[in-house]
Each structure stands twice: as structure tokens, then as C-alpha cells.
């Protein structure tokens, strides 16, 4: 027997392009303040946010999945039939089943690209740019679009004081591809289920239904911002220490836009040099979970903080309790 064929992928792995979608519906926070008995000062204090955006009934998951991914692809220069593989990281995309990806393959004109949804929560998008970089160097694709899309207004209860405030809208959207040099350093990724119950659809779908309302998000926002500001320095501290790389050759930081405490919390911890630029997108976006770490790339590159070919650290954490962290040269 000569047994099989071994799959060869690319030597290494990069992001090629990147894109965004923003809603169009800009909420400040003096719209949501009454219903959970709040003030701006409260919010802009405890979690750095002035405003979110909320998706009009238009912006679907799907819509603006779409338009981040056409900007990711033209910002690669790769058309969407060279796609073999499309990741949707999401937790709002409220139909259980198909996948919204193979939907959105199909929209972008992929020829019957691979297409399937992961969970992670607010981890999701790191998930997939590592699940994207090893397909790509294990011969399984050889451009994969990573999309981070949430619609959590819809999952989220307008009176809840611990939530309201702070989900939020959005998508972004990356290419993966091959490359010359390694532009996706080794995941540094993991889970932690004992803590499953602090951030979690509060019910079953059947349950929720019984009672006439949406099956929304609960939070016990205190510890997980407890363990997000300690644990995951650590996490980002051995991304860099696997990509090869020390804080003083780090060019931008980029965590998931949890809440502007934990983004400095994690810069302080991780003793970043001042000359490291920080997203913060946080401010005008709220927290938009799997979503949030391309869009704030995205407003980096557009405001000129990042550029092609700098370092950046994503640290991404959340609902699980699930992590990854990895650094990757801006495309
Ligand atoms: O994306 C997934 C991961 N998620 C995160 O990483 C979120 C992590 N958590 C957080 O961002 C923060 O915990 C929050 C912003 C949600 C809350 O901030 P906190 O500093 O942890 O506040 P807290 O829950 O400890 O509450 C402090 C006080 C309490 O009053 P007392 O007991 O000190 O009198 C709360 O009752 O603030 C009160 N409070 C509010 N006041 C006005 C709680 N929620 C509100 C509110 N408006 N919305």
C-alpha cells in the first residue's frame, strides 16, 4: 500500500486586507440612561463609552457582514472567487441553522467556498484568524475571509443595568492568505467553563419564547472584568513571548473593546512602552463582541495610529469564559 497523499499548505500566513462596517444608528448614551436608571457621567466613568451603534432593522447580520468582507477584499486586492473558505464568528445571528457564512459566501460570488459560523463570543474573531492561518499552512485553503459580525441590541434587555449600556453593533472583516513571512504569530488560546455562568443567554430559546421575550444576555459584570484585566495580560505577555517578539518591538495594541478600564488595565499589567499605539475604539462604539477587534484595527489604520506592516497584539476574552491572543502584522 502506498498510503496517502499529505496535504502542503503555504509556507506561512498573513492578514491581506481588512474592512469594516459601522451601522448606520448612532446611540449616545443619553438614550439608554432612563430606562436603567444610569447617567452619561455613570457609564462614561465605569466603561469609557460616549455612544454604540445599534443596526436599523435593514442592517442585517448578513448586510453587514457583506459590506465588511467586499472592503476586506478590496483592501487585499483578492477577488471573491479566490475565497476557498469563509468564518463567520457571531453569537446574534438569531437563525440556529444553516450557518449565515454559507449565505454570505454565496452573496459575495465565492465558487461554493467552505463556509460555516464558531462560537466564541467576544474571543471569536481571534479564534478564527488562527483557525485561518493553520488551514492556509496546512494546505486546507488558500484564502479565508474571517468575518466578526454581531447584532446583540437584539439580544440585549434595554432595562438591564448591567448590559444596556454596553452591547453594541458592527462587523469586520479580514482576509487571510499565504505569504513569504510568518504575519500571524502562534495562538495562544483556552477556556474556562467553571465560569460559564458569568456571561450567558440568560434562558433557552423555548423558555424565553413561553414568556414572550428574547432569550437576552445576563453578566456579572464585576468579576469578569476582574479576571479580563489580570488573566489575559498574561495571555498577551506569552503571544508576544511565542510570536518572538518584546513589548519595546510592539507597535500597536488592539483588545477586544470590552471596556476602556480593561484596555488600560491590560497596558499597565503588560507594562507597554508609551510609543505603543492602544485602540480605543471603545468610546464610540461600544462593546460590539466578536466584531470589535477589526473595527477598532480599522479606525487605527483610518486615523493613521497603525499602519501596513506594523505589529499589533489582539487579546480577546469573553463569554465561556473563552480567550486567544496572537500578534500579526497590519495589513
Ligand atoms: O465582552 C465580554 C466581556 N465583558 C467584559 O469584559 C465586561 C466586564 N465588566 C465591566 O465592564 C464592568 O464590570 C461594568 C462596566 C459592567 C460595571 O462596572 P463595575 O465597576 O464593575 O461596576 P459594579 O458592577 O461593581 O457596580 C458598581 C456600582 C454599584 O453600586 P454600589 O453597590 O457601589 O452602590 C452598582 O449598583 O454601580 C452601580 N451600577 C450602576 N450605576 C449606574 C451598576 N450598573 C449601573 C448602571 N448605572 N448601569
Redesign the pocket.
Known sequence: MSGLIASGGAAHAALLGLGAYRPSRIVPNSEIVDA????DE??QT??GIKQRRWATPEETVQVMSVAAARDALADAGIDAHQIDCVIVATVSHLMQTPAIATAIAHELGTEQAAAFDISA??AGFCHGVAMASDFIRGGSARHVLVIGVERLSDITDRTD??T???FADGAGAVVVGPSDRPGIGPVVWGSDGERADL?MQRETWPEALERGEMPNLT?Q??P??RW?SFAMAKIGLEALDRAGITVDELDCFVP?Q??M??VDALARSMKLPEQVRIARDIAEMG?T?AASIPLALERMKRDGEAKSGDTALFIA???GLAYAAQVVIVP
Open positions: 436603567i436608571d444610569s447617567s455613570w457609564i465605569r466603561s463570543a467576544c443595568r448591567g444596556a449600556f454596553i456571561i453578566m459584570g464585576n469578569v472584568f479580563a477586544h470590552a471596556n478600564r480593561i462593546n463582541s476574552f469573553g463569554a
